[in-house]
């Protein structure tokens, strides 16, 4: 059975840092991986999908990374604004129906 | 393509009340599914159609709760005799049978069961 853990919970920083958001999953069999932000009491926004024969990608101050064999995955935010505090999440397609598997998310705070 | 909508966005029932909830997704999208999150949780995935056929359900989705997909387009879950257990965000999200399975997410009906 196909598990998803994301560390840490919640995450403080000061406006300008670099940051990482960590993701692990226990199957490494898996079509895709996806990244996703929640602003609070709000549905899910897709930040990056790297599908499984990918290693990393690209969106702005975002970049994503894949590492099947290990089952993990990294989300690095370059120079993090206050616009950026919400709750990150990941989650992976193991199966062909394409159902996501999701972490419990990582929130994030960017202080002025 | 106005996205995935979603309706009610809020809806506060008492206990034992049926309610019922609606998904319209990208107009093009045959793959939709159905979510729920708790407070604090990652969303848990609870049913899946392609086109009007629901091809998997989740064990959460007890007999209690229906969902259907009449022509292929819009979705509905109904949930029957409703417990405080079931207050939760209700997430709808649509994708295309490709290989990416990329998903995108309605706003979300937010049930309050009292």
């Known amino acids: 059975k196909q598990e998803v853990t994301q560390i840490p919970a919640a995450l403080s920083v000061p406006e300008g840092e670099n940051l990482v958001l960590n993701c692990s999953f226990t199957?490494?069999?898996?079509?895709?991986l996806q990244w996703f932000r929640q602003d609070p009491g709000k549905g899910l926004t897709s930040l990056l999908l790297i599908q499984s024969s990918q290693r990393e990608q690209t969106s702005g101050r975002l970049n994503a990374s894949l590492d099947k064999s290990s089952g993990r995955s990294t989300l690095y935010i370059a120079a993090s604004q206050p616009g950026d505090s919400a709750t990150y999440l990941c989650a992976v397609v193991s199966s062909n129906t394409g159902k996501l598997i999701f972490g419990q998310g990582t929130t994030l705070q960017v202080k002025p | 393509d106005t996205g995935v909508s979603q309706n009610p966005r809020h809806k506060i029932t008492k206990r034992g009340q049926n309610v019922t909830f609606r998904c319209d997704p990208i107009?093009?999208?045959?793959?939709l599914y159905w979510y729920r999150q708790t407070l604090g949780q990652g969303p848990e995935f609870l049913t899946y159609f392609q086109n009007e056929a629901q091809l998997e359900k989740s064990r959460l989705l007890s007999d209690r709760f229906s969902a259907e997909r009449p022509k292929g387009s819009f979705s509905t879950l109904e949930i029957q005799r409703t417990e405080q257990g079931d207050s939760a965000m209700y997430l709808c999200a649509s994708s295309l049978s490709t290989s990416s399975y990329e998903q995108y997410f309605g706003p979300g009906t937010r049930l309050t069961v009292t």
């Open positions: 107009s093009e999208h045959n793959r």
């Open positions: 199957d490494s069999a898996i079509y895709n």
